[in-house]
């Protein structure tokens, strides 16, 4: 259970850096360009998106959809957390002072990218048949077909 959540906050972890290097990467190099800045933003958040689909992908060949569905949904959850309430420190701003609009674009957009990342990785796992089920499916018909088959005496 403990390296359960060691897992978890390290990819939370994660999921944060990219977000402080996005910020300081629009703190020091794009001051006054708007543009860039969402730009900048954009791809912070495809490639958190990207991050999780990789990780469903190699997570769902090993073990069930409902052992590591969680996990990555909280971790994605304590990265967004910590990318919306810490996060604009690290650009030397508050949580909130871009008004509502903007914090609540975040979460939307996170959330967004996050949900699609994951469904990605899971999608082209099961489509290759290299998912848990798919995987388990595959080798209980192996063995039905290997098994002879049974005389029935009456």
């Known amino acids: 259970m403990r390296q359960r959540w060691v897992s978890i906050a390290v990819l939370a972890a994660a999921l944060f850096a990219i977000n402080v290097v996005a910020r300081l990467v629009i703190r020091f190099a794009f001051t006054d360009d708007s543009d860039a ?46 990318t919306i309430l810490i996060g604009p420190f690290a650009s030397g701003d508050y949580p909130f002072s871009g008004g509502a609009g903007n914090f609540f674009s975040q979460i939307w957009l996170y959330a967004g990218f996050s949900i699609v990342g994951t469904l990605l990785g899971y999608w082209i796992a099961t ?14 018909s192996q063995r039905q077909v290997s098994k002879p088959r049974r005389i029935v005496r009456r």
């Not at 992908?57 to 052992?67: D, G, M, N, S």
């Open 37 to 82: 800045e969402s730009r900048v933003s954009i791809g912070m958040f495809a490639v958190i998106g990207i991050v999780l689909a990789t990780l469903a992908f190699r997570r769902c060949q090993r073990v069930p959809l409902a052992t590591w569905l969680p996990d990555l949904a909280a971790a994605a959850g304590l990265g967004m957390l910590l």
């Open 127 to 140: 489509t290759l048949g290299r998912d848990y089920r798919s995987r388990s499916l595959k080798a209980y």
